[in-house]
């Protein structure tokens, strides 16, 4: 089944402690991408890749790192979480071709105490 | 910058019609989405207009105005699965900006 994959899909963690969500897509794309979402704000992209070795800051990339070492995984770091970056993160991924819908994750809902 | 407006909410009845409005204004635009996206779920896509005019899918069509600025999406024959938030994203360089979004909820 053709799909996006995030792991953890719940996290609660505290402020400073280093995490990693994983994110893994099974559809060769070339172009993945990690969004928060808050209320009121709708959906912000934090950081994205058009392909392997290749990442670019979204509109809120601060806190977060990620990196593109294979193709179908785009993992995001949070090196010293805060409070402010509790939020529901979305990663999403499509091919590089005009018109080409991206195709989400099922999300990760994050708390910082 | 990026500039997506929606309306936050709307209400309508079973079997009747909703037509969410998004007004944008990017700094560049390749293409407009709209996604459906029920409560806890990842967004699900509905169209992409990149060409002025109407395209239809079923109960769904999605309208583009370029030079205003100016998309809309229409919903008929209301469900009550469609109950959810709606939306609008403006792609530009393969980078997506999204409106907040539009909470619909339909009523028996």
């Known amino acids: 089944e053709a799909q996006v994959t995030q792991n953890p899909r719940y996290l609660i963690t505290v402020t400073g402690k280093k995490l990693t969500v994983t994110c893994s897509q099974n559809?060769?794309?070339?172009?993945m991408s990690w969004y928060r979402q808050d209320p009121g704000l709708g959906l912000r992209q934090i950081y994205y890749?058009?392909?392997?070795?290749?990442?670019d800051k979204g509109d809120v990339p601060e806190g977060y790192k990620v990196s593109r070492k294979e193709k179908r995984n785009f993992p995001l770091i949070l090196e010293s979480p805060s409070p402010n970056q509790t939020s529901l993160y979305f990663c999403?991924?499509?091919?590089?071709?005009?018109?080409?819908?991206?195709?989400f994750g099922p999300g990760t809902r994050l708390l910082v105490l | 910058g990026q500039n997506i407006d929606q309306p936050t909410e709307m209400t309508a009845t079973e079997g009747a019609i909703v037509q969410i409005n998004c007004t944008y204004q990017?700094?560049?635009?390749?293409?407009l989405f709209w996604y459906q996206q029920h409560a806890g779920e990842a967004p699900t896509f509905l169209s992409y207009?990149?060409?002025?005019g109407l395209e239809e899918k079923g109960r769904f069509s999605s309208f583009l105005s370029r030079s205003k600025g100016y998309s809309y999406l229409l919903l008929k024959e209301l469900q009550m699965k469609d109950s959810a938030s709606y939306l609008c994203?403006?792609?530009?360089?393969?980078?997506?900006?999204f409106g907040a979004g539009t909470t619909v909820t339909v009523r028996a």
């Open positions: 999403a991924s499509s091919l590089r071709r005009e018109g080409e819908t991206q195709y």
């Open positions: 559809m060769n794309h070339e172009y």
């Open positions: 890749s058009m392909n392997v070795e290749v990442t």
């Open positions: 990017t700094s560049g635009f390749n293409g």
């Open positions: 207009n990149v060409l002025d």
């Open positions: 994203a403006v792609i530009n360089d393969y980078k997506l900006s």
